[in-house]
Structure formats: C-alpha cells, structure tokens
C-alpha cells in the first residue's frame, strides 16, 4: 500500500508593497525628484517647467515657482506677452532641480537655460525665503474651464526666488547637468565671494552638453559663470548625442572625473589631468588636460541615466588609512541604465579583468537609475510602470560570483515612471557629493517596509495612498513637532515620479 505523499504547507504569499504617502499638485509629468536639506525637503520638476519645494514632515508644499518656459516676461504662473510663449511652454520640462550650498536650487530646463534660484530655509532667527514664495501648486495654477472661472488670488502674478545666474546650455538631448564642488586648487571664484556678500558661497562644477556639438561636453564652474573645458567624444567611437552625465573626484589629489553615457550605448570616463603636477605628462603647455580612461559599450540602446556608488567610508578623514589607500587606487564603480533592458555596473580601473557587469531585466525602458547613499541598493524606474529595487553587487573588490539581486518590484503609477530619489542615510554625504570609494556588499535581507498596513491600525491607514498633507495622529506640541521631523528626516526614503504627475513616498529599512 502506497502512502499518501507528503502534504505541502500552503505558500504564503506576502502583500503587494504600497506607497506611504502620494503627492499630488503636478500636472505634467514628473523629471526630477531629490532630497535636500538633510532630508528635510523633497524637491520636484514636471515636464510644464514647474519646480515643487515639499515639506517630508507635513508632505505639504513649501514654495512652488515657474522656473522654465514662462518666456522672458513671465508673471511666475507662465503667463507671457512674448510671441514664442507657446513654444517656450513646449520646451518647459524641468530636467533636473538639485541643490547647491544649502540656500540655492539649480535647476535645468528644456527652454536652454540652467539657471540658480535663492531659496534660504527658514532659520530660528529668519524665515527664509519659502515664506515669501506662493504655495500654491501648479494643479491650483493651470486655467480651469470657462465653467469655473480661476479664483481671483490666482490671477495675481506669483512671486519666483530671487534668480542669481541664467546660464544659455544645450537641452537638445534631454540631458541633465551633473555638479560637483570645485577643488580647492581650481577655486577661482575666492575674490568674486569677498567682494560681495551675497555670493558667499563654495564654488561649483557643472558638466553639460556642449552648445557646438551635442557629442561633447561643456565644463563649467559657478558663480564665475566660466566656461572651463570642453570635452569632444572620442572620434574613433560614433557616440551620438551624451544622454547622461555624473561627476566626481577620486585619487588623493582629487582629480575630477566626469563619466559620459552616450547614444550609441557607450559609457566613457574622462579625467582631468594638470600639466603641473603630472610627473607623466611631458607637454609644456600649462593649460589643464583630459584624459579619456574608460570606454565600453554595455547596451545597444542610448542610455537613459547613469549613477555612482558611494562608499561606506566617504565620511572619513582623509587621514584615515583606508579611506587613503582606496583613494590612492582609484577604485569606483558605476551603473548605467538604457532604452534596452540592460543594468551595466562598471569598474574603470580594473577594466582589463573585469568587464561591466550585465543584468538582463527582460524590461526595456529603464527611465530612471538611482543608487542609495549607503551604496546597499539602487533603483530603476520604468516606461512600464514599475519602480524595481536591487541589491548592488559592490564589495571592498569586484567579487567573482557577485551579482546584483531583485529585491522589489513596486508598482503604483498610471503611467511610465520617468524620475527617482533617495533619502540619504544619516550624514554620510555632503549636499554635493562627489568622493566616491568601494561600497559594502549588501545585506541579504528584505530592504522594504511599503507593505498595506494592519486593517486594525486606523493611523497607519492615514498614512496609505492619501493626498498631499493628510493630517498626523501623533501628538505633543513643540516637541511632537520636533519628533516628526526628525522621524521624517531620518526616515529611509525612496521617492518615484510618474507621467502621471504624482509622487509616491515608500518606505524602506
């Protein structure tokens, strides 16, 4: 007689992952999301040229302005007297918005112009300048129909930040700046900041794509508004069009470094090299070199976006032995996403026996790549919908056998998910971060928290899928009000942008 065969315990299958908190007020599609001031804002650009300035305590807008596509008349909600505001609204969309010293917003728009906004946060003895900014969002913004007339406050012009610089770029190929502080050797702008006290302030490095040649790339550096280099493709490479920039500084004298993805799939990594102190390089010439180090061409699709993987060190000294021999080696890695459906990690320096790391994800369309700051996962949004989280594949040294791991697929938006940001874990990184040194291999642990809350916890279903500021059930004064931003800034947070105009918060550990 045959026994019955073993029975099985049911699988239990886990709940679908579902964002904490939505924020809604864009109406176009969402291109730029990132945390700023210590997590304590959440900055956000659409396609219609609007910035969003988000309180993560409340999840209420701070301050939201016309940054791009208004023309040169513009009243701050888009309304122009120029002829070419209609083309000017076309060519709106935000491409990035990122913070530069804490009290400016840089942000970069298909109009062509990359300009700098004043924006100071509010101070125990000042209110800033949000105060001063209209909270209105841009849904409150666009003209309604003839049925429902705007209300009369907002036919009122909407007051902007005060603009510090207007720079004319190349957005020709939807490519985003790339910043990082200007070294204390190429600091040229010291008596610019002397001379007037409101221009105190480090000095920056941009990378855009050059207005000659959309192949190349223009250096540029702030507040000086120079232009500093221009960097040509490698002509014996078709590149086509750069499609996504990042930048850095490795080695102990801190070279910069700027790593190109280019239409043709190609990711290049160009060093800058001074004729002074390069016992290498036998030119006379004292003008500043660069060097092309690293090319390889991971997709057969343009790239879309490409990030860097910090260090778990990155905060130490630059005494400290480790942080020193890592720099010393210019060891750094970075990923690459495509119009294909393939993740590329890439270590340059050791090119000859590690070749760029591939991850067929069987989606096309990998809009958007983000890596945490812990360098312990990274992001990807997708054309289809979806936000995958996954482990990185980065220890002390390119481990044979390692790979990067799915972890999460999240999927909440109408549309195509265009835009990503992480929270940054604790202080690891300046506002700019630029040093980059091998990060810790990841946990193999879950890493998400998004789960549906309990059916009995009437708060936690407060905080699921709600509009923009729905009300907390924490109490306590002043110091309630000082525990939740604290929790909110120190919460692990992974913002996604959708074609949908909305913005979803999911928490993670």
């Not at 006290?197 to 050059?210: N, W």
């Not at 040294?397 to 972890?407: Q, Y």
């Not at 998400?448 to 729905?470: I, K, L, N």
Request: with cysteine; proline share 8%.
């Amino acid at each position: 007689m045959e026994s019955p065969p073993p029975q099985t315990a049911p699988t239990q299958r886990l709940p679908v992952p579902q964002p904490s908190y939505i924020l809604r007020g864009h109406v176009a599609a969402v291109h730029s999301l990132e945390f700023i001031r210590g997590n304590s804002r959440l900055l956000s650009g659409d396609a219609d040229g609007w910035v969003v300035l988000w309180d993560t305590t409340s999840k209420r807008a701070r301050a939201a302005w016309k940054a791009h596509g208004g023309g040169s008349s513009d009243d701050g909600d888009g309304n122009s007297n120029s002829d070419g505001d209609e083309r000017d609204h076309t060519n709106a969309a935000v491409l990035r918005a990122a913070a530069w010293d804490g009290d400016k917003i840089i942000t970069h728009g298909r109009d062509q112009h990359l300009r700098v906004w004043q924006v100071r946060p509010p101070s125990n003895d000042d209110d800033g300048d949000e105060a001063a900014l209209s909270q209105a969002l841009p849904a409150e913004a666009r003209p309604r129909s003839h049925l429902r007339p705007r209300p009369r406050s907002h036919l009122r012009p909407r007051p902007r930040p005060w603009l510090l610089h207007a720079l004319p770029v190349n957005t020709l190929n939807f490519c985003a700046f790339a910043m990082c502080p200007a070294g204390d050797d190429d600091d040229d702008d010291a008596k610019a900041r002397s001379a007037s006290a409101t221009l105190r302030s480090t000095s920056v490095q941009l990378a855009v794509p050059s207005a000659a040649d959309s192949d190349a790339i223009d250096i540029l550096q702030l507040p000086s508004e120079q232009k500093l280099a221009t960097l040509g493709a490698d002509r014996a490479v078709k590149t086509g069009m750069v499609m996504a920039l990042g930048m850095f500084r490795s080695g102990q004298q801190g070279r910069l470094s700027i790593v190109a993805g280019y239409e043709s799939g190609h990711a290049m990594v160009y060093q800058h090299h001074d004729n002074d102190n390069n016992n290498n390089n036998n030119n006379n010439n004292d003008a500043p070199s660069w060097t092309l180090i690293y090319s390889s061409q991971a997709h057969s699709q343009p790239v879309l976006s490409l990030d860097l993987l910090p260090s778990a060190h990155a905060h130490a000294p630059a005494h400290a032995p480790a942080y020193a021999h890592a720099h010393s080696h210019g060891d750094y890695y970075f990923l690459t996403s495509s119009a294909d459906a393939i993740i590329a990690q890439h270590h340059p320096m050791l090119r000859e026996h590690h070749p760029p790391q591939r991850l067929n994800t069987k989606h096309a369309g990998q809009q958007a790549l983000r890596v945490r700051s812990d360098g312990r996962i990274f992001a990807t949004a997708g054309w289809d919908a979806r936000v995958r989280v996954y482990a990185t594949a980065v220890a002390a040294g390119p481990a044979p056998g390692s790979v990067m791991t799915e972890l999460a697929v999240l999927k909440w938006h109408a549309g195509a998910c265009l835009a990503l940001a992480f929270a940054e874990i604790g202080h690891r990184r300046p506002t700019t971060p630029c040093t980059l040194l091998p990060a810790p291999s990841p946990p193999q642990s879950q890493l998400m928290t998004g789960m549906p809350p309990d059916a009995d916890d009437e708060g936690a279903r407060w905080r699921v899928g709600v509009g923009v500021g729905r009300p907390s059930t924490a109490r306590g004064g002043a110091g309630g009000a000082r525990r939740r931003a604290e929790q909110a800034a120190s919460t692990h947070w992974l913002a996604a942008g959708g074609k949908d105009g909305k913005v979803s918060l999911w928490e993670m550990y």
